[in-house]
């Protein structure tokens, strides 16, 4: 519940604020918003396993949002930009899909 | 490569299955596994965990951040890339703007040259280079004659989608034959869509456009040409007449003659030269040496499918 509520405080403060995001980054926030969604269902589907940790949760969330931009600038200076994103947006979309796979089973045992 | 050192202390190496195999079996991060392992063995103090649980709170103020200025921006980037496009197309049209006006004044200006050098000239000269320059395409000319008249068929959805072979449209390939066909029917002047054809005048094809000239033009086509009164008859009988009828008959383009009165065809724009120079003595003009019939007397940098008369 407190979880959603910081999630919901993050947004208000994200339409609040308006902040101006660097022509550089840009690129990257795509990545990085898949990235983080990642970690979060991976977060979601370790609560309804019972074997959430705070810790966890924010070590991969981080690691994975860096690691991704990081992919994708190794990428964008090797030429090859587009097509390391669309691994990195394929690995993650895999993970993602699997995850909710899981959740789904949790609260529907179907 | 050293030899393989069995010394006991390590775990014998195992292969994990591939990559792609794991990532679809087990997509939870086994850190959490790790975790939770860890955490039954020795419980952490309240206080870590309590620093842990903010720490993450936090984390999660930043993903709801994070995506609503992800959101924004896509947001954001939308309208951006349609006003680019319609600033483009504002500058191209000011650009257009541009140059019809400065060759509306290149003609008055052509004209005023024209006045003085006939004042200047002796009448008969004078005259011989009029001749020549209406027979070059370089001066406005009036007369009777033929009017050919080709349009693109009448277009059936193909506005949805855009694509797709869309409604059979006249090419450039058939203003040029056209306009071969005229000179060779007897035509002294030719114009498409208001543009005089000169001895090194191009139609050409970039993209869907068709250029006269580099200039483009668009449908429906005015192929006008001055010329003796029998020369619709002998359009008529020309071998392009009858492939326009007969693609026209099958396919819904349209494809008119008619004999046209007085008609008034303007001026070609001066035409660059590059290579070739006038003399220093009596040719008054270079247009005055260039040809003296439309013949294909081209520049030969640029093809001109559309050349003199054959």
């Known amino acids: ?110 | 490569m050293s030899a393989e050192r069995g010394d006991g202390g390590r775990p014998a190496r195992v292969y994990a299955p591939d990559f792609l195999t794991e990532l679809f079996r087990n997509p939870l991060e086994p850190g959490y596994v790790a975790a939770a392992e860890r955490k039954r063995r020795n419980p952490p103090p309240a206080w870590r965990t309590r620093s842990a649980r903010s720490v993450s709170l936090v984390v999660l103020v930043l993903l709801g951040f994070l995506l609503a200025v992800a959101y924004r921006q896509t947001m954001e980037e939308e309208p951006g890339r349609s006003q680019a496009r319609s600033g483009l197309v504002e500058q191209i049209k000011e650009r257009e703007r541009q140059t019809d006006e400065l060759s509306a004044r290149a003609d008055q200006l052509r004209e005023e040259v024209g006045r003085q050098r006939d004042a200047a000239l002796s009448g008969s000269t004078a005259a011989r280079l009029r001749d020549l320059e209406a027979g070059t395409g370089m001066g406005r000319v009036r007369g009777d004659g033929v009017v050919v008249r080709l349009a693109d068929a009448p277009g059936d959805a193909d506005a949805v989608t855009g694509t797709g072979a869309g409604p059979p449209q006249v090419l450039y390939t058939d203003l040029q034959g056209v306009a071969n066909a005229l000179w060779s029917a007897g035509a002294e002047a030719v114009a498409i869509n208001g543009q005089r054809l000169t001895a090194t005048s191009t139609i050409r094809s970039a993209g869907k456009a068709i250029l006269v000239d580099f200039r483009p033009v668009t449908g429906p086509y005015e192929v006008a040409a001055i010329g003796p009164g029998s020369m619709k008859r002998r359009f008529e009988q020309s071998r392009i007449a009858a492939l326009m009828r007969e693609v026209a008959d099958k396919t819904g383009l349209s494809f008119g003659v008619r004999e046209a009165d007085d008609l008034t065809l303007p001026a070609a724009p001066e035409p660059r030269l590059r290579y070739a120079e006038p003399p220093g003595s009596p040719s008054p003009s270079p247009s005055g040496d260039r040809s003296a019939s439309p013949g294909p007397s081209g520049s030969g940098t640029s093809p001109s499918p559309s050349g003199g008369g054959r």
């Open chain 1, 1 to 110: 519940m407190i979880a959603v509520l910081a999630l919901l405080a993050g947004v208000v403060l994200g339409v609040w604020l308006d902040p101006t995001v660097p022509a550089a980054l840009q690129p990257y926030l795509p990545i990085a918003v898949v990235a983080a969604l990642d970690a979060v269902f991976g977060g979601v589907r370790a609560k309804l396993d019972r074997i959430f940790d705070d810790k966890q949760f924010v070590v991969s969330f981080i690691s994975n949002v860096l690691v991704a931009a990081l992919i994708v600038y190794l990428g964008d200076q090797l030429g090859v930009g587009g097509q390391l994103s669309t691994g990195v947006v394929v690995v993650l979309g895999v993970r993602i899909f699997g995850n909710v796979a899981a959740i789904r089973r949790h609260l529907f045992r179907a």
